[in-house]
């Protein structure tokens, strides 16, 4: 895992902007702690950085990448893994090819240079993709197809430039940190997602999943390389179980490949649990030692612990039992709530905008514990969406939902905002991108009612709500150099799981019921019948004062940026009431009242510290 920048420009020489370019990559340092690297064209039309965090093949896979073939140089700089690396380097030797390394790096190049732009076509991975072909003056650009790897552009007087994160793109002096109507429509309206493609800065934006740029002397050209496909399922229960259950251990076991040490979350619920059971016997079958657990708690929350529908009990207990079961070498990172809120800056600067409040900087803590130890960690993120772990899936009023169902609370927003800004067109833009959305969902003849709406649902959540789980992933893992894999995300996965209908994904009436059935024989049976429980928050009524304290000392300073964006009445409301007074959730089921006092505190620290312009 890595961190990548660039610019760009054919029409003129650019290695006037090789400190700027220093600067940019400089700015990934977090994402890459082990080497940087550089690359410059003779003709000065392209600059490339790259910071590395060393997985594999080591003293192989150093980057920038150049290779020959047929008298042209191509170079690469990358930033992901590929998990059939193994399979792609064979069929190429036996096209003639030949290797210096043993680094997946270089297959993506190869690959490149036999096949052109059709080479994302073939990988099984997550990526984000620089390609510079000399020969013809162009430059690729690709994301993988679910977007678990962020790359992030904008395009200013004939001059591309290109980072993982928007952080190193505004350090090139033609980006500006400019916000206009349409981001702030997507900060209230719907913050902490974003539009596919958005860097809610204007004129920043992000390759969207499963699309490819190329940059030549004929402008920027973009096209979507992959897409859900629908097809009529035929398999019955039985048949779908043994599916999902060898694409499930195929997937783990690809992404246990590692020359660094490699361990997995372990919370005790059934996703975390799966990916812990197959990685502890690959661990035993291979001699690789003991596998390594990591949990995380809070203080407090032994004392505060409030049991509802959405977190019916702590993971503690399971975590523990689960660990046992294994036999891994379990450990509990436990979070001190003043520290929590401490970290909700470290939290933004990692994300580059507002995100998920406290639910972002625990994880930062998380992972920043957790890399004292590893490089790699494996997550069951992404199994909600995919096998229909949320409540909207099965209940009445998410199931009829006439927007997205995770965020309806639209009016509540909106109330929050200055009489400046109460004209904001956010009904219609949040109306609009999900009615776009629904237009797009691809559907196959005779779906049932209830059919059709489980595949809009299923489309929303992967190309919204995931994308939003996983862009936190990896930016608070990369943040402190720490590389998550998500074997849920596997793109086999992803198209199998699109395709198998409600009456089989929620088996017997149950959340995740196909993939409970699935994972007979992996888990013990409570841990298969245990209900969902999302990732754990504080309850510690500290770190709701404490975030109290923070949003006071805002709202006192009458400079304080969101003194201009919100009705400072109304939200003085929300603060003092620790956040009672907002009724619903902000977003999801776990942005409440303190998430939602920490949104906003976190979106005046973001205008302060870009010195964010709003037009």
Request: proline share 5%; with cysteine.
């Amino acid at each position: 895992m890595c961190g990548i920048a660039g610019i760009a420009n054919l029409k003129q020489d650019i290695r006037k902007y090789k400190d700027v370019l220093y600067t940019m990559t400089c700015a990934l340092e977090n994402r890459g702690p082990d080497e940087e690297g550089y690359f410059f064209s003779d003709t000065g039309n392209i600059l490339l950085g790259h910071r590395r965090l060393s997985i594999i093949d080591i003293e192989g896979g150093k980057q920038p990448m150049t290779r020959k073939y047929k008298d042209s140089l191509y170079t690469i700089i990358y930033n992901g893994q590929l998990y059939n690396s193994k399979e792609l380097r064979r069929d190429l030797k036996l096209k003639g090819a030949s290797f210096e390394s043993f680094s997946d790096t270089e297959v993506i190049l190869m690959y490149y240079i036999y096949f052109g732009e059709e080479c994302v076509k073939y990988f099984n991975g997550i990526f984000a993709i620089a390609i510079w072909d000399e020969a013809n003056k162009s430059l690729f650009l690709a994301r993988d197809p679910i977007g678990v790897k962020p790359l992030f552009y904008t395009v200013k007087e004939d001059t591309i430039i290109f980072a993982s994160e928007i952080k190193a793109i505004l350090a090139h002096p033609l980006a500006q940190p400019i916000i206009d109507k349409e981001g702030l429509c997507e900060l209230f309206g719907l913050g902490p997602g974003r539009d596919l493609g958005s860097g809610v800065f204007k004129d920043i934006h992000e390759i969207k999943p499963g699309n490819y740029i190329i940059y030549n002397q004929y402008g920027i050209h973009v096209e979507e390389y992959w897409k859900l496909n629908p097809t009529e399922f035929k398999e019955d229960i039985n048949e779908a179980s043994n599916h999902v259950k060898y694409l499930i251990i195929d997937s783990v076991k690809r992404q246990l490949v590692s020359d660094v040490p490699i361990c997995t979350f372990l919370s005790g619920g059934l996703d975390s649990s799966a990916i812990s059971a197959i990685a502890a016997n690959y661990f035993k079958e291979n001699k690789l030692g003991v596998l390594g657990t990591y949990f995380v708690d809070y203080k407090g929350n032994d004392i505060y612990y409030k049991s509802n529908d959405f977190e019916p009990d702590p993971d503690i207990k399971w975590s523990i039992k689960m660990s046992d079961f294994l036999g891994t070498n379990h450990h509990k990172v436990l979070i001190d709530p003043i520290k929590l809120a401490s970290a909700l800056d470290d939290a933004l600067i990692a994300n580059d905008i507002p995100g998920m409040a406290d639910i972002d900087s625990s994880l930062y803590l998380f992972c920043k514990e957790i890399k004292k130890d590893a490089s790699v960690i494996l997550s069951g993120e992404c199994a909600d969406e995919l096998f229909g772990g949320y409540p909207w899936y099965y209940k009445e009023e998410g199931i009829n939902s006439t927007t997205f169902p995770w965020s309806n609370s639209l009016d509540e927003r909106c109330s929050i905002l200055s009489k400046e800004f109460k004209g904001l067109p956010i009904k219609d833009y949040v109306a609009s991108k999900y009615e776009e959305t629904l237009k797009s969902v691809p559907h196959i003849d005779g779906e049932s009612k209830i059919e059709y709406r489980m595949r809009e649902l299923f489309y929303l959540n992967i190309k919204w709500f995931m994308i939003t789980l996983l862009n936190r992933a990896d930016r608070m893992g990369m943040a402190n150099g720490l590389e998550t894999r998500v074997p849920f995300a596997d793109i086999r996965i992803v198209e199998y799981a699109f395709n198998i209908p409600p009456s089989i994904k929620l088996y017997e009436g149950r959340e995740k019921g196909l993939l409970r059935y699935a994972l007979k024989g992996i888990l013990p049976e409570d841990i298969i019948q245990r209900k969902k429980s999302p990732y754990p928050k504080t309850h510690n009524p500290l770190y709701t004062k404490e975030v109290q304290n923070k949003m006071r000392e805002v709202l006192k300073n009458k400079q304080s940026p969101i003194h201009e964006l919100v009705d400072i009445k109304k939200v003085t409301e929300i603060v003092e009431t620790g956040g009672e007074s907002f009724k619903k959730p902000w977003y999801g089921q776990l942005m409440r009242g303190p998430q939602l006092i920490a949104y906003l505190y976190q979106l005046d620290t973001w205008l302060r510290k870009y010195s964010v312009k709003i037009v």
